[in-house]
C-alpha cells in the first residue's frame, strides 16, 4: 500500500461522504415536500412513510463504511460492457448531484464478479481492493489490501482484512455480511426468486446471513414483484429474532416482517402446554387426514327442496337436485368454505333459470338478494354448513365419539387418548391452546379457505419444524419460493427431521435442491473439532463443519464448586473485547445468576438485551442461532440428560462460541467428549 494510493483513496472517500450529504439533503427535502406532489391522502402517507425511511437510513450510513471494495476490469473481451472500469462496492448506492454512480450496490449484477472473480476465472477484474475500516465511530480508513488477479494474486480467506472482519467481536445484534461472502454464499444469495432452495449449514457456517441477504437481493432485484405479497422471515424464537433484526435494516430493507412461526399462525400466543406425548401425536402429519376427515364430515345430504317466494309464486328445486348439486361441489375437492359459496352459487343459478324459464331478467341486486334468502340459507346450513376452526378442534379434543370418528384406521386408540381433553372447556371461546394446536387450528382454516401468502418466505432451523409446522408455511408459499435455512445436527425437537428430502416435501417443495455449507468462518477450529466428537451419537445426515480459523481458545475444566469456577470463568472471560454467555441447563440456570451478581458482575437474563451489560446467563434450550464471543458451558451432563435429544442440545450449546470457549463440569463429562480431557 503506497503513499500515494492511500492519499487518493482518502480523497474519494471525502468525495463519497459528500455525495451521502448531498442524497441526505436531498431525502430531507422530499420528506418536506412530499405531501404537495401526491395525488391524494393515502398516496401522499405511503410516499411519506417511504421518504422518512429512505432519510432515516441515510442518516444512519455515515455510522459505518460507505463501501468495503473495489474492482478493476481490463480491457479484455471477458470484461464486456465494464471494459477500464472501475467500482466501488458497498451496502448501498451513492451518487453525486450530477447523478454519477460513486459506489454500486453490493446486489447489482456487476457486484457478483467482487465476490466471484478468481486468478482462475477472472470475470474480466484484473485487480480487487478490499478495505479496512477503525471500529470507532465516526469511521475512518485505515488501509486496503489488494488482489492482482491478472497476476495470479488471490488472497481467499487469507486475506488479512477479510480475516479482521470474520473475527471482529461479536457485540450487539447478527451484522451483515457484505464484506465477506464467499463465492459459494453468493451463489445461494443470488439464486432467482422462483428458485426455492435448502441450504444445509454447519455451526458458523453462515447459513442465517445468507438466508437473510437473500431477502435483501431478492427486495432489491424484484422490488414490483414482492411489493404486493413481500418477504416474511421465520425465526425459531423471540430472542433469535432480536438478534438477527439489524441485519435487513442495515441493508436499506425494512418492510420485512420477521415473526416466529408461532406468530404467524396466531396473533395471541399459546396459553397451553401439552404432555410430551400428546404434542408428538398433534404434531405428526397424520392429524392433517384427522382434520380433513373432520371438516368433511360436516357435509351432508339436504333436508328436503328448496321452496323460495318470488312474487305471486314460488321457485323450487327438488331434495334430488340439490343432492345433485352437493355431490358434485364436493366431488370438486375444494377448500371447505369455497365449497359453501360455490354450493350457493349453484343454487342460485338453478333458481335463475327457473325465473329466466317464465321469461324474466333478473339483475345482480336480485342475484345478490336470493342468495341470502332464508331458504337458500338454510339449506346451506343444513348441507354445507359454516365452520369455525376454534369451535371444530374444540368439539374434536373434548369428544371421544367424535374424535374416534375422525381418526377412525389413522390414529391409534391410545394415540386419541393422550390427545383428548381430560377437562375440556365449557365453549370454544374459554378455550386454551397449545403450540400443537395453533398448527391444528391452522390446518383447519387452510382446509376452509387459502391464507394469504408470501412472495418468499425464509425459515431458519427449519429441522425443527413438525410436519403440521411445515404444511402451515406450505400453505403461504404455494405460490411462492422458500429459503429453507437448518443443520440437521442441531435437531433438537421430538420430531426434528432425519434428513430433508422427507422435510422438502411437508413444505410443499418437493424438488428443492439442498446445498451444503461445510466451510466455518465464525466457530474456531478447536472448538468444532470438540463439537464435531458428538456428530456419531447425533444420528443426523449432516457433514461435518471444518473451520478457516486456527486461533480461538478451548479450556475444559473439572469444578468442584460450579458457582465460583463460572465467577472466576466469567473475570477472565471479562478482560477480552466481545459478547458473554453462561449457558447451562434450566436447573442450575438460579443459582450461577446468583453467583456472578453476587460477585458485582451484572448480567442479562434470557429476553434481556441491556448494552451496557456484557454477560448473558442463558437456558441451553434457547441458545439456538445465537452467538457470542466467550461462551461458558456448565455441566454438559445436565444438558444431554435434560431432554430426549440432549446430545443434539449440547452440540448446539458448544458451537455457540466465536473466539473461546470454556467447559467447567463437576460430573464425568459425556462420552463421546470424555476422551479430550
Not at 345482480?364 to 341470502?372: N, Q, S, Y
Not at 473485547?577 to 437474563?605: C, K, W
Amino acid at each position: 500500500m503506497s503513499v500515494s494510493d492511500f492519499a487518493d483513496e482518502l480523497v474519494f472517500l471525502a468525495r463519497a461522504r459528500a455525495a451521502l450529504a448531498w442524497m441526505l439533503d436531498h431525502a430531507r427535502m422530499r420528506v418536506a415536500t412530499g405531501d404537495q406532489v401526491a395525488g391524494d391522502r393515502y398516496t401522499a402517507e405511503t410516499l411519506g412513510r417511504m421518504l422518512k425511511s429512505y432519510a432515516k437510513e441515510l442518516a444512519e450510513e455515515p455510522d459505518s463504511p460507505l463501501y468495503f471494495g473495489r474492482l478493476r476490469f481490463g480491457d479484455g473481451p471477458d470484461a464486456g460492457e465494464h471494459r477500464d472500469q472501475s467500482y466501488y462496492i458497498g451496502r448501498r448506492r451513492i451518487t453525486d448531484a450530477a447523478g454519477e454512480p460513486l459506489v454500486i450496490d453490493w446486489r447489482a449484477p456487476v457486484s457478483a464478479r467482487f465476490y466471484r472473480a478468481s486468478a482462475r476465472d477472472r470475470q474480466g477484474v484484473t485487480a480487487r481492493r478490499r478495505f479496512g475500516w477503525s471500529s470507532h465511530h465516526p469511521v475512518q480508513l485505515t488501509g486496503f489490501e489488494d488482489e492482482r488477479l491478472d497476476q495470479g494474486e488471490e488472497l481467499g480467506t487469507a486475506s488479512r482484512l477479510l480475516t479482521a472482519e470474520i473475527e471482529r467481536p461479536r457485540v450487539g445484534p447478527m451484522r451483515d455480511i457484505v464484506a465477506t461472502i464467499q463465492p459459494e454464499q453468493d451463489e445461494l444469495v443470488r439464486a432467482d426468486l422462483d428458485r426455492s432452495l435448502c441450504v444445509q449449514g454447519g455451526p458458523g457456517t453462515g447459513k442465517t446471513a445468507v438466508g437473510l441477504h437473500r431477502a435483501a437481493y431478492l427486495l432489491y432485484q424484484h422490488r414490483r414483484r414482492l411489493s404486493r405479497n413481500g418477504v416474511l422471515v421465520v425465526g425459531p424464537n423471540p430472542a433469535f429474532l432480536r438478534y438477527i433484526s439489524a441485519v435487513l435494516p442495515a441493508l436499506g430493507e425494512v418492510d420485512v416482517r420477521q415473526q416466529t412461526l408461532d406468530e404467524v399462525l396466531r396473533e395471541s400466543p399459546a396459553r397451553a402446554t401439552d404432555t410430551d406425548e400428546a404434542a408428538r401425536v398433534k404434531h405428526d402429519a397424520r392429524m392433517a387426514a384427522v382434520l380433513r376427515r373432520a371438516v368433511y364430515a360436516h357435509v351432508a345430504e339436504p333436508g328436503g327442496p328448496i321452496a323460495v317466494p318470488v312474487d305471486a309464486y314460488r321457485l323450487r328445486i327438488g331434495a334430488v337436485a340439490l343432492a345433485r348439486q352437493v355431490a358434485e361441489v364436493r366431488a370438486a375437492d375444494v377448500p371447505y368454505g369455497v365449497g359453501r359459496e360455490r354450493l350457493r352459487a349453484r343454487i342460485v343459478a338453478l333458481l335463475q333459470r327457473q325465473l329466466e324459464a317464465r321469461g324474466e331478467s333478473p339483475g345482480r341486486a336480485w342475484l345478490e338478494k336470493i342468495g341470502r334468502a332464508a331458504a337458500v340459507t338454510a339449506a346451506l346450513d343444513q348441507a354445507w354448513p359454516k365452520i369455525r376452526p376454534e369451535e371444530l378442534l374444540t368439539t374434536l379434543l373434548s369428544d371421544p365419539d367424535t374424535l374416534a370418528s375422525a381418526a377412525d384406521g389413522i390414529l391409534t386408540d391410545g394415540e386419541q387418548k393422550v390427545i383428548a381433553w381430560e377437562r375440556p372447556p365449557r365453549t370454544f371461546k374459554t378455550a386454551k391452546w397449545s403450540v400443537a394446536d395453533h398448527a391444528l387450528l391452522d390446518e383447519i382454516a387452510g382446509l376452509i379457505d387459502h391464507p394469504t401468502g408470501y412472495r418468499h418466505i425464509v425459515v431458519d432451523e427449519a429441522q425443527d419444524l413438525s410436519p403440521m409446522q411445515c404444511r402451515a408455511l406450505a400453505r403461504r408459499s404455494a405460490h411462492g419460493s422458500l429459503t429453507v435455512l437448518g443443520d440437521l445436527a442441531q435437531g433438537t425437537t421430538p420430531w426434528a427431521a432425519a434428513d430433508w428430502p422427507a422435510q422438502l416435501a411437508h413444505l410443499g417443495k418437493p424438488d428443492a435442491p439442498v446445498e451444503a455449507l461445510t466451510l466455518g468462518f465464525r466457530v474456531p477450529a478447536a472448538v468444532l473439532a470438540l463439537a464435531n466428537r458428538l456428530l456419531p451419537g447425533l444420528h443426523a445426515a449432516a457433514p461435518a463443519t471444518r473451520s478457516v480459523r486456527t486461533d480461538g481458545a478451548l479450556r475444559i475444566r473439572p469444578a468442584p464448586d460450579l458457582g465460583a469456577a463460572t465467577v472466576a470463568a466469567v473475570g477472565g472471560a471479562l478482560g477480552h473485547e466481545g459478547s458473554i454467555a453462561v449457558i447451562a441447563a434450566d436447573p442450575l440456570l438460579a443459582d450461577l445468576t446468583v453467583a456472578l451478581r453476587r460477585a458485582g458482575v451484572s448480567v442479562n437474563l434470557a429476553g434481556e438485551d441491556e448494552p451496557d451489560r456484557r454477560v448473558t446467563v442463558l437456558p441451553a434450550g434457547l441458545a439456538k442461532g445465537l452467538e457470542f464471543d466467550h461462551v461458558i458451558v456448565v455441566e454438559p451432563d445436565d444438558i444431554v440428560r435434560a431432554e430426549p435429544r440432549g446430545l443434539n442440545r449440547l452440540y448446539v450449546v458448544l458451537t455457540r462460541a466465536v473466539s473461546r470457549l470454556d467447559v467447567l463440569h463437576s460430573r464425568p463429562l459425556p462420552a463421546l467428549l470424555a476422551a479430550v480431557e
